[in-house]
């Protein structure tokens, strides 16, 4: 039964095409943007400070409290995380499920999560 499927699976995903068509973004009063878009890498406003963040040795573990008192296990949640990011830079933090991205970027903001 599964093999059918798969079969005729795989002769649709063949032989029935679909035409695709990409539209033209429509010009805007703006100047030649389109609408919705902004102008990226314009001029700085005045008085705008641009600011680095630079994280040493980020660390941080919690305590899993057990069913039991004595059964408390520390779990390490960020280990050692150390870097740079740069003002005027796309920064990207990237890690499996799990791995603590957005209890970094509480940590970076003081927020509680």
């Known amino acids: 039964m ?3 499927f798969y079969i005729i699976a795989g002769l649709l995903l063949r032989f029935w095409t679909t035409d695709i068509s990409i539209s033209k973004p429509r010009a805007a009063d703006d100047g030649g943007l389109a609408a919705g878009r902004k102008r990226i890498g314009g001029e700085r406003a005045s008085g705008i400070q641009r600011i680095d963040i630079e994280l040493d040795n980020v660390e941080l573990t919690i ?3 057990g069913l039991l008192k004595r059964q ?3 779990v390490e949640i960020l280990k050692g995380v150390s870097t740079v990011f740069e003002a005027g830079n796309l ?3 990237m890690g499996p499920s799990g791995s603590g991205k957005v209890i970094l970027l509480c940590i970076m903001t003081n927020a509680l999560c």
């Open 72 to 74: 408390n296990q520390r």
């Open 2 to 4: 599964a093999i059918s």
């Open 63 to 65: 305590v899993k409290k």
């Open 91 to 93: 920064n990207i933090i």
